[in-house]
């Protein structure tokens, strides 16, 4: 090659260039276009509960103490649900918007930018997050079962020290999907930090008799639950899977309905052994308890034993409200359930209305070269 031809070269890859900085500057356009339609979504969204907030005030103050007819009733609870749809909507329209890091996430991640603002983006984190879980409770069963069968020290450790990260990264996932909108309750959350320093606990409490004394119980304890964690992620997945499918099928034959009696009957199933999962934890912290005053007995024990009481007062109240919770939000749940599937059809019509004038200009395309 001449060097003519490479300076002609270079004199191309310029002209390129050029495009690329057309391109670059329309991108750089675009983005901030879409920073200050965020901010004004944002905006408005605040406008919107707070004028919300306001009407629901002053409607309280025109019924308070007044008789209502039958028709000024119906025309208020008419008015609650609207409500109701409103909040669903306005959380569905959040969902797509940036939020800020919990400082937790700030704590470990730095201030980066953690929010997930394409829905099925979400629910793939989500699915993602529940394999997370399933993999490495598939990996402590094994792990835990093998204690059981071999009294090896540094096997033990290994596991232990499995639980600390496996929890911990729990913590930060956690974080994560709160700040992309999941209602996960605190308390699992809070569960999830306190297995992480119960795990901490037991890698450092030493070989001893109180520990061998203990050791095979709770391997035996971790062989329940990570049983008990394969049904959850059973329910789980099957809870993501219709709600998917209630949002994306154009049939909608998984009706609302449909999921409320799916998700009651995958609940009955489940929440029987997770009681006896929280029992398990009641006698761990009633053991322990008792192997405190054990002339060997290290500060752990007393430690250990107060923590497993808490996990199992905590997981009991929770699961126990979860209950009724459910059946009071009916509605409100409802009003989800609909907005999500409302906000995913509405995508997907933008989204078809988008290809149209694609379509036609390839139909254009193809009647001209017929
Ligand atoms: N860990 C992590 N996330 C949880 C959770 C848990 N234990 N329980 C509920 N969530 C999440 C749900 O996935 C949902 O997330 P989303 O908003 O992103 O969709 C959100 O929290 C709200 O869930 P909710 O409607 O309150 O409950 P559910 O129907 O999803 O699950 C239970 C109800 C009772 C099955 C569930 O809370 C559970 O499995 N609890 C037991 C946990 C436990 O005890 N673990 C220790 C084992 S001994």
């Known amino acids: 090659m001449e060097l003519d031809d490479c300076i002609r070269e270079w004199g191309e890859l310029a002209n390129e260039y050029k495009t690329l900085e057309a391109t670059n500057s329309s991108y750089l356009d675009s983005l901030e276009n879409l920073e200050q339609m965020q901010e004004q979504c944002t905006k408005q969204i605040k406008h919107q509960r707070y004028q919300m907030q306001n009407i629901f005030k002053n409607i309280k103050l025109c019924t308070k103490n007044k008789k209502l007819t039958s028709e000024e009733k119906d025309k208020l609870a008419e008015f609650e649900k609207n409500i109701l749809k409103r909040k669903a909507q306005l959380h569905e329209i959040e969902q797509g918007l940036p939020q800020k890091n919990s400082l937790y996430l700030k704590i470990i991640l730095g201030d980066v930018n953690v929010s997930i603002l394409n829905r099925s983006d979400k629910v793939r984190y989500k699915d993602d997050y529940e394999k997370f879980k399933l993999i490495l409770n598939v990996i402590g069963l094994f792990l835990s079962f093998l204690n059981i069968v071999i009294n090896y020290r540094a096997l033990e450790l290994v596991f232990i ?210």
């Open 161 to 370: 020290f499995l639980l600390v990260w496996y929890y911990c990264t729990l913590t930060i996932r956690e974080s994560i999907l709160k700040v992309n909108g999941s209602r996960i309750k605190g308390w699992w959350r809070l569960h999830h930090f306190i297995s992480t320093v119960s795990a901490g606990v037991l890698l450092v409490w030493p070989q001893s008799e109180t520990w061998q004394l203990f050791r095979t119980q709770f391997m035996y304890f971790n062989v329940y639950i990570s049983l008990v964690q394969y049904m959850q992620f059973g329910y789980q997945k099957g809870v993501l899977y219709r709600l998917k499918a209630l949002g994306e099928r154009h049939d909608m034959d998984i009706t609302i309905e449909g999921f409320h009696s799916w998700m009651w009957r995958g609940l009955s199933f489940l929440i029987p052994f997770l009681f006896v999962g929280y029992l398990f934890q009641a006698y761990n912290a009633w053991i322990l308890y008792k192997l405190a005053s054990h002339p060997e007995a290290t500060w752990q024990i007393p430690v250990l034993s107060i923590l497993f009481l808490i996990l199992f007062i905590g997981n009991t109240t929770t699961t126990m409200l979860v209950i009724p919770q459910k059946l009071r939000g009916r509605i409100k749940e409802r009003y989800r359930l609909m907005s999500l599937s409302w906000a995913l059809k509405a995508r997907q019509h933008n989204k078809e209305e988008k290809m149209k004038p694609e379509q036609s200009g390839l139909s254009n395309e193809c009647d001209k070269t017929k």
